[in-house]
């Protein structure tokens, strides 16, 4: 619900604009990152992925950037749109026994009409 | 339809009376979790499971039991539920292996008085 998106970071951004959400990320051992979107009153929802050995990976009209100098990563949008308009969560994974997925605290993302 | 199926959406019950949230997924998953929710803290792992019978702690597992007697169905038990235990909770299930998507359920939105 609504209080999910209660002391995250925001980032607003006009309509039709390219959006740019970043996450540092802990585990520089974490084999796969990946973007989640949580629109209000809903669960979360897998946007992309990408694995470790990679530093850009594009799907449709979102690119997700990984720096592991600085152990950050980032998702574009492109052309934002009102429906983009969510808590964005970035995850890590690690591979073995379980793989684990560890979640940041999100970033909500608002779209201004 | 693939999806993850949480009961109940809404929940209010008051401190020591045991509840159980139940969650189902119809896509033969192996791995399933349990997190909850709180602003400015993001989804934390209460428990998951690998397979039937395989069950194990996730970050923050005190106060929660769960169970894997069938493939589709982890559901979740508080006995004895605590005011610290309100928070909205997300069911969750993914294929196993370096498979990253996870899928969701929509929730549970739990308030102990």
């Known amino acids: 619900g609504e209080s999910v998106g209660l002391h995250l970071p925001t980032l607003s951004v006009q309509e039709g604009d390219n959006s740019i959400i970043n996450c540092a990320y802990s585990?520089?051992?974490?084999?796969?990152f990946i973007w989640y979107k949580q629109e209000s009153g809903k669960g979360p929802q897998f946007i992309i992925d990408?694995?470790?050995?990679?530093d850009k990976r594009q799907g449709q009209r979102v690119t997700v950037l990984l720096n592991k100098t600085v152990k950050h990563l980032s998702l574009q949008i492109a052309a934002t749109q009102p429906g983009d308009s969510a808590v964005y969560f970035c995850?890590?994974?690690?591979?073995?026994?379980?793989?684990?997925?560890?979640f940041g605290i999100g970033t909500k993302l608002q779209v201004i009409p | 339809e693939a999806q993850v199926t949480q009961n109940p959406r809404y929940l209010i019950t008051v401190t020591g009376k045991k509840l159980t949230v139940t969650c189902s997924q119809n896509m033969n998953h192996e791995y399933m979790s349990w997190y909850r929710q709180d602003p400015g803290l993001g989804l934390r792992q209460i428990y998951y499971s690998m397979n039937v019978e395989v069950t194990d702690k996730g970050d923050v597992p005190e106060g929660y039991k769960v169970s894997r007697k069938e493939k589709r169905n982890f559901p979740l038990i508080l006995e004895s539920p605590s005011p610290n235990q309100t928070s909205l909770y997300f069911c969750a299930s993914r294929w196993g292996g370096m498979n990253t998507e996870a899928f969701f359920g929509q929730g549970t939105r739990l308030t102990v008085v």
């Open positions: 585990n520089s051992a974490s084999d796969y």
């Open positions: 990408i694995r470790s050995n990679m």
């Open positions: 995850a890590e994974m690690k591979s073995g026994g379980y793989q684990k997925v560890t």
